[in-house]
């Protein structure tokens, strides 16, 4: 009886974790105001979806050569993006123009804690990100991208770009 019961407690213990993690998604939630959008993989509740915060899930659903992404909205107020360090256990499939036309954005924070080990796509990322001028996306797998197409194009001001850990062999 006695193994039984802790056999069960083992069971609930299990369960309990994988439904802790089921519960976490990943977003871009809107903060400082409306000038940063910080990137998260939590539990946590922001508000009302579409304007206090936005899902990765529906931008992995988005045609990446539109360029509409669930926060593109935001591109004319945006200043800094940030990665949180949570964010780091979340895996998109693509990222395409996730970015695309954020003329006002100039910072991007803790881009390490993006893992684009199973994206395909990052076509159009960066594009018309007018005011960045520092980029470092040296930490980026991209063995498996196949369209990295205008990644940086219209980047006017971006003097210093580190793609020194990019695998371009899939590269079409």
Same mark, same amino acid.
Not at 57 to 78: C, F, H, K, V
């Given at each position: ?24 998604? *990943? ?5 400082? %105001?409306?000038?940063?959008?910080? $990137?998260?993989?939590? &539990? @946590?509740?922001? =508000? ?40 780091? *256990? ?5 990222? %395409?123009?996730?970015?695309?036309? $954020?003329?006002?954005? &100039? @910072?991007?924070? =803790? ?62």
């Amino acid at each position: 009886m006695k193994a039984l019961k802790l056999l069960f407690a083992s069971a609930f213990a299990v369960t309990m974790t994988f439904a802790a993690e089921a519960a976490k998604t *990943a977003k871009a939630v809107v903060a400082d %105001g409306g000038a940063t959008l910080k $990137f998260v993989y939590d &539990e @946590t509740s922001y =508000g009302t979806k579409g304007t206090h915060w936005f899902s990765v899930a529906d931008a992995e659903a988005a045609d990446p050569q539109t360029g509409i992404m669930p926060w593109w909205g935001l591109r004319n107020s945006i200043t800094k993006v940030v990665f949180d360090g949570s964010f780091a *256990a979340c895996r998109p499939r693509h990222c %395409g123009a996730w970015f695309n036309a $954020f003329r006002q954005l &100039e @910072t991007v924070d =803790g881009l390490g804690n993006l893992d684009v080990s199973e994206a395909t796509s990052l076509t159009m990322m960066f594009a018309d990100c007018l005011s960045l001028t520092t980029l470092d996306c040296s930490a980026f797998d991209t063995s498996k991208v196949t369209d990295m197409s205008y990644m940086f194009c219209g980047c006017s001001s971006l003097t210093t770009l580190d793609v020194s850990g990019f695998d371009t062999s899939k590269v079409l």
